[in-house]
Structure formats: structure tokens, C-alpha cells
């Protein structure tokens, strides 16, 4: 009997996005166990609330001041060991994540198996140990401690500034505005020829009735960077 065929979902993520890692780690978790053929599609989330006319909802005081409990509920809840910058704006809006993402896409196109675990280190950095993801030397220090080698980690530091990788970029955030992206995580599931969008990491057991799959729970026990 042949084996069952695996339904794609791609995850358009920003590394800036708290809430983009736990869509991650979930989606990592269950990619097995859904037997789904998961894309990791990193893009610029400042480009996706400029194209879609959103705001950051840090930029809303209520929801700011909302945001620094939910992600500590999260935190427990998902085992995703999420804590907050010390500078939130300065990370978000004076550096911003382009560079990261940038590095991320020169990885997927250079060294696609890495990205996975390239993605998670730079979460580890920001949302975890208040650590830099505008430097080069940034980069190449979560490369190399995800398992990516020195030089491969330098080539793709080195590919930020090339117009394939920032073309690359805008490419793929201008393919998650037209699927109808505002924000960030998008989670875009095939299924029997249909896109189904979801946005949000707080719709799994959503996306698992799209797929005809069950929802566990978190699955914190496959966790890869436990609490």
C-alpha cells in the first residue's frame, strides 16, 4: 500500500514575532505526526504591515501592556522559553529584523536543511537571552551553534547584500500580502487544491481540522528548546 500523501503547509514567519515562534515550534512538533510537508517561508513582517495597512500592535498601548502577560502564559503553556527584550522597540523598529531575514533566506537557499535550526537559534537570541540580530558577527555566532559550519555561516552573512537574497525577500512578502497576510505567523495549509489561510499561533486545533488531522495539545515532550 502506498503511502499516505503529505499535505503542504507553509509558515511565513518573522523572527521579530514572538508569537511566530510559537507557530514554529508547534508546526515542528507535529510535522510527523500530521505527516505534512512544512515550508518554512521566512519574510518581512515591517513590509507586511506596510503592504496591508496594520499596525504593531506594541503600538497600542492596551494591547502592549496585554502582550507581556499572554507571552508568559504562552511561554508555560507551549514550553517555548519566550522572554521579553529588555529594548523591545529597539530590536522591532530602530534595528528591525530585515538582516535576520535576509540571513535566514540566504541559509534556505544555500543550506535549506539548516533553516530550521538556524530560525530557532536567532529566537533563542532575541526572545530568549536579549541577545543582537542586526550584526553580521550576530549571525555568524548563531549559525555556527546551530550547526551550520564557519564558512557556511560567513557565506551567507556574506549574501545579505546580494539582490538575489533581497529580491528573495520581497518576493516572498509580497507572495504572503497576495495570499491576504496582515501580520505574523501566516500559516498557509493545501488541501485538496485549496489554500486555507490561518493567522496566528492560537488556531491549531483549526488547522488540524483543515487537514483531517487531530490536535493534541502543544506536544511539549518533543520540545526542542524546553524551558
Not at 37 to 53: E, R, T, V, Y
Not at 56 to 77: C, F, S, T, W
Request: with cysteine; charged share 25%.
Amino acid at each position: 500500500m502506498a503511502a499516505p500523501v503529505k499535505k503542504t503547509v507553509e509558515l511565513f514567519y518573522d523572527v521579530v514575532s514572538p508569537y511566530s515562534w510559537i507557530a514554529f515550534e508547534v508546526l515542528t512538533r507535529y510535522q510527523n505526526k500530521w505527516n505534512i510537508d512544512l515550508k518554512l517561508k521566512p519574510f518581512f513582517l515591517g513590509g507586511i504591515m506596510q503592504g496591508s495597512g496594520n499596525k504593531p500592535p506594541a503600538m497600542v498601548p492596551n494591547k502592549g501592556a496585554y502582550m507581556l502577560h499572554d507571552i508568559e502564559r504562552l511561554k508555560q503553556y507551549y514550553n517555548v522559553p519566550m522572554n521579553q527584550p529588555s529594548d523591545f522597540a529597539e530590536v522591532a523598529f530602530k534595528k528591525g529584523s530585515i538582516n535576520a531575514q535576509r540571513f535566514l533566506t540566504a541559509v534556505s537557499m544555500s543550506n535549506p536543511d539548516m533553516v530550521e535550526p538556524v530560525t530557532r537559534e536567532l529566537w533563542m537570541r532575541v526572545w530568549n537571552k536579549d541577545e543582537d540580530i542586526y550584526l553580521p558577527e550576530s549571525f555568524i555566532q548563531a549559525g555556527v551553534k546551530a550547526g551550520l559550519s564557519m564558512e557556511n555561516a560567513k557565506a551567507a552573512v556574506a549574501k545579505i547584500k546580494d539582490s538575489e537574497v533581497k529580491d528573495k525577500v520581497k518576493e516572498r512578502t509580497q507572495e504572503a500580502l497576495d495570499k491576504g497576510a496582515f501580520g505574523s505567523p501566516i500559516i498557509i495549509a493545501h488541501v485538496d487544491g485549496k489554500e486555507h489561510l490561518i493567522f496566528g499561533s492560537d488556531r491549531f486545533p483549526i488547522l488540524a481540522m483543515i487537514l483531517g488531522e487531530k490536535w493534541e495539545g502543544p506536544l511539549v515532550e518533543f520540545s526542542k528548546c524546553k524551558l
